[in-house]
Nanobody, 121 residues
Framework: VQLQASGGELVQAGGSLRLSCVAS????????MAWFRQPPGKEREFVAT????????NYADSVKGRFSISRDNAKNTVYLQMNSLKPEDTAVYFC???????????????WGQGTLVTVSS
């Protein structure tokens, strides 16, 4: 599966943004999906996962209550709704696909190219 992330832009602190990740191919519904992010000068970190059917989600503590992951299998798309954004949310955001949800990036074989989110204070 090939992934294409989009939606990143410059936003003020306290604002909202929705990222999208569109997958190619007919097997999207078989994959659990995840969002990771890589802040400037730092390592890539886990943000959120969602199961293939959308029933199960998991979030990093740093985004819990502010971010929401969802998916539309009919559109081959996974979303990340980000609210109450903070400057520390500034990062390149990546979507990833795996048969099993995991918070570890090495468990994901398929990655999108990343989209930059910049939150100004």
């Amino acid at each position: 599966v090939q992934l294409q992330a989009s939606g990143g832009e410059l936003v003020q602190a306290g604002g909202s943004l929705r990222l999208s990740c569109v997958a190619s191919g007919r097997t999207f519904g078989s994959y659990d999906m995840a969002w990771f992010r890589q802040p400037p000068g730092k390592e890539r970190e886990f943000v959120a996962t969602i199961s293939w059917n959308g029933y199960n989600t998991n979030y990093a503590d740093s985004v819990k209550g502010r971010f929401s992951i969802s998916r539309d299998n009919a559109k081959n798309t996974v979303y990340l709704q980000m609210n109450s954004l903070k400057p520390e949310d500034t990062a390149v955001y990546f979507c990833a696909a795996s048969y099993y949800s995991d918070t570890r990036m090495e468990k994901y074989r398929h990655w999108g190219q990343g989209t930059l989110v910049t939150v100004s204070s």
